[in-house]
């Protein structure tokens, strides 16, 4: 096991490595701030560049420039208002607020620091897990993925801010909306009524840029400026946030936990681990209803969680090759193109492999975190540029960026539809947060509820870690409650 | 009509379609009947939750800000610039003629332009191979 | 005067032929233009590392400018239905996933909208044949094994991820090929979870491409191949036995043509019906040169793409085999075993 981290340090300390994760960085980044481009986008651009390189280094690159795509996207998410990936789309919610507070420069220093820490974070996880990863992947399976699934869907109500009934509203209707398509299990196309755009379902990146980035704009094309600038500049501010995400570190260590978890199951997407951290955070603290307005907790914890997750969805892809997220599938694409084959072969003769990929999701996660804290106070400045330049470009880069996911003007079109229904939300009081939550969610709990009644029948409920998941929501739904009445308590 | 009013209307009519899909599925669209469950519930759901949102409305509401019929029109406009004119024209003219409406000055507005052209072709174009629409009045003229 | 206006009609006409024969001439028709090649799924798949594999060859051999284009969709289906319903100028070409096109065919898909029949066929790249894996957890590890417990009443359970989607129906296949008392467990996100279920020993088996069978089983212990879906044995995996060794009596061979008809179908470079003659022989000229040209099999080799190339030709006939008139009756069977009877 020593060796093997001294010669992973060797590995990953080759000049060529180095070099890789270096040009690797401000791709991903970049990918992260443009909205509509994910990760996903900017690996299936960068496998080309890979062929020629050998197994660590094209590794390292790819690995990097996923990696890193969150802490790029937490910018926008901040900035504008419009998530950089789906995934960022939880930092909207307490991130916009401070924005609209003029406390931009302390969200973004804070979800920049955040980032990095959960993904030093996720690193370590994959790290301890190395040795035992078999029986971790082994022990969550469909019935666990399902009762996760569930577990975020009760803490829809608590993600969302204002009144509890819109939010709950919202997430209904979302999960309704994830129901258009085949069917799971019986391939049946639902609510598709011949449309061929229909019949895949709708697609998410869509729905997020349309959802947050069009009432954003339409707010700026009306006149509004993106935040009065009150508070310390943006420099200040931002170390400011960076030190909040170290004096809450028991809450950055916890998100990050949760991101790593939820990104070693592999039926799970990336999306839901922001908001179950986000929701976590929330339920966990004293005064829960300050979530939402604008406070540093509301951004740290979902960005820790992004990044985290990462380091989570190399855990089933080393040990089984079983892609832990779309993002990981992509990279097995490249471990085969390298000549590798990730699987219990592969952590048997090429430990070293595994932990150079460890350091490398470390280092990546530090040097993103130092490179945007650089360019914050820059970017931060872009919030007080005229509306009249931001709307075009915006507009440029959120057309673009939805019709880069499948080369279809179709999306675009969906773009500007789910834009018209974020108006009606916004105008009507309706948690767009909530509603996101659940089209990701809907899917999930139908596929995995009907392939576990299918192999166990209703007694898989009794399975041991789907217990312990069933009393952590309990847990987490009752916290605030729980909490008030002890503290009644112990002031009589 | 008061925006509690309008949020009322709203949510009823997402309550209705919703209801309507399901209830379409389980008759004329002919769904085996395991595909019916799940959007029925997230159906029942969707009703029941959709009641407790009437009953209250305005909860939640904040500080009107008001629906600008103008910013509506520029951002919808360029929808169909899209298709007419494709990206690689639609966009820096979607620029240009947004500044210069803005007043801002005709230098600048050039400027952005060209920024936004110089980030299609860049990005775009080159780097992601993305092959872009052309729009309905090059295809014409090819 | 008149003889110099004789030769200028002369000139004339020898320019205007010679321009129509060079449009005939597919090799100054290529020359230059662009050639779009498809993938109908997202960038960085198998059937993507293929085309951009093959793409500069074709560039070379053609003289064509070739742009791999993405256009994923309808489970690979839409950019086909684009295909076989676009221009017929021969200027955009793509590499057909074989086996779920041809299954959704005779199942009626919604999302297919095209005829495999109709469309013109250029080269198979690749057709693997499938392999049954069971679960270590299982207690099984042999086909006879299954055919016993099946006899006693056991039921077995193969891991999918949807109806006619690949590792379902070629499950289906050999439970009724059998005639095993099957169920088929579906909804997996892909077959990489399906294997993972297998592992865990939630479901008893699952089939795949060999490819796919060799990267499971290789190393580890968890599954067992126990069969090759077909007559022959496959080449990555010599020592599995075809279904026909392995078991003692193969009730219904049909199943196991029927399905090996298809999976020779296999990923296949199809364009658009209609194509003029001297496009296509061009074409499938260009691609028989460069899938039976060694180095470029071992470039692909080295990639984990391999290369078992059969002519467009025949391509179009396996196509007319597998699909052209099965009679009503045999295909209400088929779309039973596919679609119903295990499930």
Known sequence: MWDSMLSAFGAVAQPGVIWAVASALPVGLLFGLLPGLSGLTALAVLIPFVYGMDGLQGLAFLLTAHAVVYTGGSVTAILLGIPGSPPNAATIIDGVPMRNKGLAGMAVGAAVTASAVGGLIGAAVLFVLLPVLRPVVMAFGPAETFVLAMMGLTFLAAVGTGSPAKGLFAGAFGIFLSFIGYEPVTGVPRYWFGSEYLLDGLRIIPIALGIFAIPELLALAAGRSLARQQGPLPGKQMWEGARAVFRHFGLSARSAGIGAVIGIIPGVGGETAPFVAYAAAKQGDREPERFGTGVVEGVIAPESANNAKEGGALVPTLAFGVPGSAGMALLLGAFLVLGLQPGPEFLRLHLDIGMALVLVLAVANLFAAAIMLLLTPALARVVTLPPALLVPVLMALVTLGAYSVANDMRDVVATFAFGALGVAFVHFGLNRATFLLGFVLGPLVERYLTISLNIFGPSFLLRPIVLVLIALTVLGLAAPRLRRAWRRRARA | MTRAAATSGFVAGLVLLADALVVWGMTAGNYPWAANVFPGLAAIAITAFGLWVIACPAAGLEEAEPLSLQAVLWVAALLPLLYLAGFRIGLPLYALVYALAKRTGVLIALALAAGVALLIEVMFVRILRVPLEEGWIVERLM | ?343
Request: glycine letters at 10%.
């Open chain 3, 1 to 343: 005067m008149s003889r110099l206006i004789s030769a200028l009609a002369a000139l004339a006409v020898a320019a205007g032929l010679s321009a129509a024969t060079a449009q005939d001439d597919p090799t100054v028709f290529y020359q230059g233009k662009n050639l779009i090649f498809v993938v109908p799924y997202g960038p960085g798949g198998g059937f993507d590392q293929y085309a951009r594999m093959l793409a500069p060859h074709l560039d070379e051999k053609t003289g064509a400018t070739v742009v791999v284009e993405n256009r994923p969709g309808g489970g690979g289906m839409t950019a086909i239905n684009q295909i076989a319903s676009g221009e017929a100028d021969g200027l955009t070409i793509a590499i057909l996933n074989g086996v779920p096109a041809a299954l959704g065919q005779i199942t009626e898909a919604p999302a297919i909208r095209f005829d495999l029949a109709d469309l013109t066929y250029l080269a198979r790249v690749n057709a693997e044949p499938w392999v049954l894996l069971v679960s270590a957890q299982s207690g099984y590890d042999s086909l006879e094994d299954l055919v016993q417990a099946s006899e006693q009443g056991e039921e077995l359970t193969f891991g999918g991820t949807g109806r006619a989607d690949g590792p379902t129906d070629a499950a289906a296949v050999v439970c009724a090929a059998l005639e095993l008392n099957c169920r088929m467990v579906v909804g997996f996100q892909g077959s990489s979870e399906v294997s993972l279920a297998a592992i865990r020993g939630d479901v008893t088996g699952f089939a795949v491409t060999d490819r796919s069978a060799r990267d499971y089983s290789t190393g580890s212990e968890d599954l067992v191949p126990v069969a090759v879906i077909g007559r022959q044995r496959s080449a990555l995996l010599p020592d599995v036995p075809t279904i026909f060794e392995a078991a003692d009596e193969v009730k219904n061979p049909f199943w196991i043509e029927f399905r090996g008809g298809i999976v020779d179908v296999g990923r296949a470079i199809v364009t658009a019906p209609g194509v003029p003659e001297e496009r296509v022989e061009f074409l499938r000229q260009a691609f028989e040169q460069i899938l039976t040209d060694p180095e470029v099999v071992a470039e692909a080799e080295a990639k984990g793409l391999p290369i078992s190339y059969a002519p467009g030709s025949e391509v179009a006939q396996t196509v007319k085999d597998v699909l052209g008139e099965i009679p009503e009756d045999r295909l209400t069977d088929i779309r039973d075993v596919l679609l119903n009877r295990y499930f």
